[in-house]
């Protein structure tokens, strides 16, 4: 069966395919098919090597077992590439921490629609028909069929176990709706295939006598009896006698006149049995978490008899983030759902004490279910399997909270359906989630409005008062739910003093873990907390998480650690994997991770007491090292022709990553671009300012192509103070013309103009001729816009003769394009297109795509201003094209301007307010005043042109406050047009 809404469909329920439009895809060999298999399975979620390897070849791997592995990989993706890109579908494969993960749809693998719809909640049994149905009809035969290995033949069986389960249901729904004679044909033929099915032979049995047939359905017995015997040696289960028990006695009745009866069958009563309480109390005060409140709410469709397997649910997340908080609350809501009871335990996996053995844990429970002491057993496999006998057909919630590891939790785990168990642990426990196919909940600090809310409902009217103070306070304390609760105790202990004072005490990272380590229960303090973890931790592992606190930024990547901790890329996987697991880091997007701010003060505290400040000082400039190399590399791949002008950086043996591609270069420096940041702020305030000084300049061309001003402007203002420092005047003049340029973009002409002028002066003082050309060049580009052509002329020449004297290509093309605008202001617009004209093959010489943006943005505007709107859309198109492919936000939102013009001027109106419409939103995201009042501008020709005279003027209105604020000569001509609106009708004839 086709699957609906499925443009690319994964189909495992029968031979393994995948298909676009109805059409096949080829996959390759049963390897191959069994690679694809695994990953569609575990369908977004990621699949190691190794568990590739063991359900391929199990334990026996053979020799390049890995290679393979790599080989099977790629075609698999190159298919599902080619296949994705021909349905227009999101299907990717990925290669993330963790392994491999299939990025679809988990509606488009048959596999899981087939889970949802036979899990779906239903409110009737005619409901439950109609999903169940739509479940069963996604089958085609034999499950994984085509692929090979015993995990293959493992899974299809299982999933042939899912199937039978959704059978059972569909029949037995069907028959409570008296339609008893639509289950016999389709069950019968299921039975046929599985006589050993005894869920399905009971159902087929009751359908049968439903209808009157009672001598076929006692046959059925006897057949599955004597096959159970000679098969399995065994008897009939209690669900199979009981029916034939009920048979035998009459007690299932065919009645016709009332088809929509349910059928009677008597169940002999069952002794009384103790039903356990063990549930803790709820958490006072509990805030938020509805989304993983109705997560866990979702687990009781599984719990509600649809599956053969235990549902299980491990919550993991760090120490104090309110795991067990969450699985109380939760328990407390559904635990009438479980009516044989609730079991508890505390394992104390992290705690400073012994951590409850699996052993003792058994003893409590099966005391709790009524067994005495002589009843249970001594061996610990046997009171396993005890316990197992005592949960068997039970509805049961099980919480074991605090659990180290898989092995602590394992032998806790029922045999059958109906119990639900929920885990809670630092670490993900993903042995729990491989072997026994655990739902992972990663609990994350609360949200921000949640974190004052619950600041607020432990202290009260002091957060309604002081609002500011309590959300500082929240994120001074991480929004950790425990940090939180200690700093309220903490407030609660001091009535009369002010939040704010508190939180100026909490400002110093040092003084809040010493405010925090709460003097009261040791379980309470959140230093005793995070140290459970770290002293379960490799002494390699330790001394990673040391060092990671001195690391400036919020995330990092394993090349940052290898270049941190002095060590391989791999070793700083498996680290980083090590730490993960326990969350002393979170894993996050693209490979990264991150520490929140109580555990990165713990590292550094730790740091600084156990490590000597000669190798602290040692890591942090590696790590320094590394970020300035490779941001240097990254602007390599992205703006080559301007490497000249950047600070020469030697490259560093630490691992690091290479740039095949410019946007592998723009995606690194995107990722990364806090954390450079966060390098420039830390260098120039400790004792790294030559760092902060080269970052800067490094990344002078990144920040200003992405119209990232505000950042721009931080790690420029940082350069210039360092380069102060230190005695670098040309660094500092370098930071001054950056800076300049800064206020360039932000419309802040006479700020610009007076850094411009200082850096000068500073070039001069070094007898930096390059630098000094390029303070000429943009001082005159700012005396352009202020329409001092003149003097811009005078720069812009000095710029140019210098970089001519220099052989420095890149200058001279820069000089002319922007001698070009000066020459288009003074109307000399043959002038100005030779101008541009002459940089455009300057730029195309030396391959520098920023510069031939620009110079086709600059001739599509001169050739707009000769009245050849047509040539004007075209070179205009180009630069648009351009600018976005580099990312250039700046000349994007220009040329967007221009295009909207030109389009008008040719009269494409719709199209011409569509590109304005865009340049206005680019604009607004980065800060480009002109470039907005210009939009307006152009939008206001657009709505005149179509006679919508009132919106017309508005957007004139606007378009003039923005060139007047910022002084420059397009607001005269604006109000010009205002002024002309306003005259007589009479004095309007050939206007």
């Known amino acids: 069966m086709t699957m609906p809404d499925a443009p690319m469909a994964f189909r495992l329920l029968g031979d393994v395919e995948v298909s676009v439009g109805g059409q096949r895809l080829e996959i390759g060999p049963p390897q191959q098919r069994t690679v694809l298999a695994c990953l569609a399975i575990e369908a977004c979620r990621p699949v190691s090597l190794q568990t590739l390897g063991d359900r391929l070849w199990g334990q026996d791997q053979p020799g390049g077992a890995r290679a393979s592995l790599h080989a099977h990989l790629t075609r698999i993706r190159q298919i599902l590439a080619a296949g994705a890109t ?21 509606d488009w693998v048959d596999l899981h629609r087939f889970r949802r719809l036979a899990r779906a909640p239903c409110a009737t049994d005619a409901e439950r028909v109609t999903s169940l149905r739509s479940a069963l009809d996604l089958w085609r035969g034999r499950p994984l069929a085509g692929t090979s290995g015993s995990w293959a033949v493992r899974i299809s069986d299982t999933l042939v176990k899912e199937h039978l389960d959704a059978v059972t249901l569909w029949a037995d729904a069907l028959t409570h709706l008296g339609r008893a004679g639509e289950v016999i044909g389709p069950v019968r033929e299921v039975v046929t295939e599985h006589p050993l099915a005894e869920p399905l032979v009971a159902v087929l049995m009751r359908a049968l006598a439903l209808c009157g047939r009672d001598a076929e359905a006692l046959e059925l017995f006897t057949s599955a009896r004597l096959r159970l015997a000679d098969e399995l040696g065994i008897d009939p289960g209690p669900e199979l006698r009981t029916v034939h028990e009920a048979l035998l006695r009459g007690e299932i009745r065919h009645t016709a006149e009332t088809p929509e009866q349910n059928p009677v069958v008597e169940v002999p009563p069952q002794p009384a049995r103790r039903v356990p309480a063990q549930l803790p109390a709820d958490v006072y005060a509990f805030t938020g978490r509805e989304h993983e409140l109705s997560t866990l709410d979702k687990m009781l469709v599984e719990a509600d008899g649809t599956s053969t397997a235990v549902v299980v649910s491990a919550v993991s997340g760090t120490a104090g983030v309110g795991k067990t908080s969450l699985v109380l609350r939760w328990a407390h809501r559904v635990r009438d759902r479980f009516p044989d009871g609730q079991l508890y335990v505390d394992l104390r996996g992290y705690d400073a004490e012994r951590p409850l053995t699996a052993a003792d844990a058994l003893t409590r429970f099966l005391s709790a279910l009524g067994l005495g002491g002589r009843d249970i057993p001594l061996d610990v496999e046997d009171r396993a399997a005890r316990y197992r006998t005592e949960l068997s057909g039970q509805r049961m919630l099980i919480l074991l909270d605090n659990a180290a590891t898989v092995d602590q939790v394992r032998q806790l785990l029922p045999g059958t359906p109906g119990c639900l168990v929920l885990v809670t642990s630092r670490d993900s426990l993903a042995g729990l989630v491989a072997r026994h196919g655990a739902r992972r909940l990663d609990l994350d600090l609360l949200p921000l409005p949640d974190a004052v809310q619950l600041l607020g409902r432990l202290i009260g009217q002091r957060v309604t008062a002081e609002p500011d103070a309590a959300r500082t306070l929240a994120e001074e304390c991480a929004r950790l739910p425990l940090a939180l609760r200690v700093a309220a105790e903490l407030a609660a202990a001091r009535p009369s003093t002010p939040l704010s004072v508190l939180v100026e005490e909490l400002a110093d990272q040092q ?12 379980r309470t303090a959140v230093r005793a907390v995070f140290s459970w973890s770290y002293q379960n931790l490799a002494q390699d592992a330790a001394a990673m998480f040391r060092l990671l606190g001195l690391h400036p930024g919020q995330d990092f990547d394993a090349h940052a650690v290898a270049a941190l901790g002095g060590i391989g890329l791999q070793q700083a996987r498996q680290l980083l ?6 969350h002393l880091v979170q894993a996050q997007r693209h490979n990264r991770y991150g520490m929140h701010d109580l555990l990165r003060a713990y590292a550094g505290d730790l740091a600084g007491a156990l490590d000597p400040a000669s190798d602290r000082r040692a890591a942090i400039t590696r790590l320094f090292d590394f970020y300035l190399s490779t941001a240097a590399a990254a ?26 591609t410019t946007k592998s270069a723009q995606d690194w420096l995107n990722d990364e671009r806090a954390n450079l940041v966060a390098v420039c702020v830390h260098a120039e305030a400790h004792e790294w300012p030559a760092h902060a000084v080269n970052m800067a300049n490094t990344l002078f061309r990144y920040f200003d192509a992405s119209g990232l001003n505000t950042e721009a402007f931080k790690i420029h203002s940082l350069g210039r103070q360092a380069a102060v420092r230190i005695g670098d005047h040309g660094g500092e003049a370098r930071a001054l013309v950056n800076l300049g340029l800064v206020y360039w973009h932000q419309g802040l002409l006479d700020q610009a103009e007076e850094h411009l002028r200082l850096a000068l002066g500073r070039y001069a003082d070094v007898h930096d001729d390059i630098g000094r050309a390029c303070a000429h060049k943009n001082l005159g580009v700012v005396l352009w816009r202020r329409g001092d052509l003149e003097e811009a002329t005078g720069h812009l020449t000095d710029a140019l003769v210098i970089y001519r004297r ?3 290509v890149l200058g001279q093309a820069e000089a002319l394009g922007n001698l070009g605008l000066v020459h288009q202001s003074l109307d000399q617009l043959d002038l100005a297109l030779a101008h541009h004209r002459q940089a455009l093959d300057l730029f195309e010489g030396i391959g520098y795509r920023v510069g031939e943006a620009y110079a086709l943005n600059d001739l599509g505007i001169v050739h707009l201003r000769s009245g050849q709107p047509a040539e004007a859309v075209e070179k205009l198109g180009r630069a648009l094209d351009h600018f976005r492919r580099i990312g250039e936000r700046a000349g994007e939102t220009e040329a967007l301007n221009g295009l909207g013009q030109a389009l008008c001027a040719a009269g494409l109106l719709d199209d011409a307010e569509a590109r304005h419409t865009e340049a206005l939103a680019v604009a607004g995201t980065i800060d480009d005043r002109f470039e907005q009042a210009r939009a307006h501008a152009g939008l206001a020709a657009v709505r005149e042109a179509v006679g919508d005279l009132e919106r017309a003027r508005a957007h004139r209105e606007t378009a003039l406050a923005g060139y007047t604020s910022l002084g420059v000569p397009e607001a005269d001509a604006v109000r010009a047009l205002l002024a002309r609106a306003d005259e007589p009708e009479d004095q309007k004839v050939g206007w």
């Not at 999101?90 to 988990?106: Q, S």
Request: glycine fraction near 4%; hydrophobic fraction near 40%; aromatic fraction near 2%.
């Open 86 to 106: 021909a349905a227009g579908a999101d299907v990717r494969l990925e290669r993330r921490t963790g392994g491999y993960v299939l990025e679809v749809d988990r």
């Open 806 to 808: 220099l052989d420095d």
């Open 511 to 522: 003084m809040r873990l010493d405010l925090l380590d709460a003097d009261l229960d040791p």
């Open 635 to 660: 602007m390599d791949t992205l703006h080559p022709a301007e490497r000249h002008r950047r600070p020469q950086v030697e490259v560093l043996p630490t691992p690091a990553p290479v740039f095949a």
């Open 577 to 582: 994997d090590r730490l993960a697991r326990v």
